[in-house]
């Protein structure tokens, strides 16, 4: 079946760090990859997506690029702030599927 | 600007008291999802619904029910079978069939047991 795997946490990192969290998959077809990303205490927010091979998506500094080859969906961000602290989810939405399949989340902290 | 609201934000219950959560979108989705959050754990699905008047069971059903009368609503009970639950819950809404699209999710509610 689907799954999806992403690097275990915590991750702390100091202000202006680069950021990379790991996420890989395994589906059959043409999955399309999400970002998420969950403050204290809130819900999940969309923070990118990407929905074909070697698509990159982008928002508030952060990236990933999907990589059918390495089946991978990874997190950057050049320089991180302490706004970042949160914890991402990495997931992935199949054709005919009925759910979304989460990783188990990372919690990011980053110190000022 | 269109939206899912989860109602209250947070919720005391007594032991052997059933409770209500509330979940509303305005964003026209069919589908709808509750999920079960507990401290530095990922999501696990309680109770899903692609239409109305129909849903099927997630991964941990026991001790929860659920209805779908209205596409906008899709309300959680969780009932004195439930034995354990504290926790933040948190709704989802989505299109259905449409995997490139994502989740759209409320704010959450959380639950604590007195």
């Known amino acids: 079946g689907n799954s999806v795997t992403q690097m275990e946490g915590p991750v702390t990192l100091s202000e202006e760090a680069f950021l990379t969290i790991n996420c890989t998959y395994t589906a059959t077809g043409y999955p399309s990859l999400f970002w998420y990303v969950q403050y204290p205490g809130e819900g999940l927010q969309l923070l990118l997506k990407a929905t074909k091979a070697d698509d990159k998506g982008s928002n508030k500094g952060f990236e990933a690029t999907y990589r059918k080859e390495t089946t991978s969906f990874h997190l950057e961000k050049g320089s991180v702030q302490v706004s970042d602290s949160a914890v991402y989810f990495c997931a992935l939405g199949a054709s005919r599927a009925q759910k979304l399949v989460f990783g188990q989340g990372t919690r990011l902290t980053i110190n000022p | 600007d269109g939206g899912i609201t989860q109602s209250p934000k947070y919720l005391f219950r007594k032991e052997g008291q059933n409770v209500t959560l509330s979940c509303e979108q305005n964003l026209n989705h069919d589908a709808m999802y509750w999920y079960r959050q507990d401290p530095g754990q990922g999501l696990r699905l309680i109770y899903y619904s692609q239409i109305v008047n129909d849903f099927q069971k997630g991964d941990i059903a026991e001790g929860y029910s659920v209805s779908r009368e209205k596409k906008e609503s899709f309300p959680l009970t969780v009932t004195s079978a439930q034995k354990n639950p504290t926790a933040f819950y948190l709704c989802?809404?989505?299109?259905?069939?449409?995997?490139?699209?994502?989740?759209?999710f409320g704010s959450g509610t959380r639950l604590t047991v007195v």
């Open positions: 989802a809404s989505s299109i259905r069939d449409a995997p490139g699209e994502g989740y759209t």
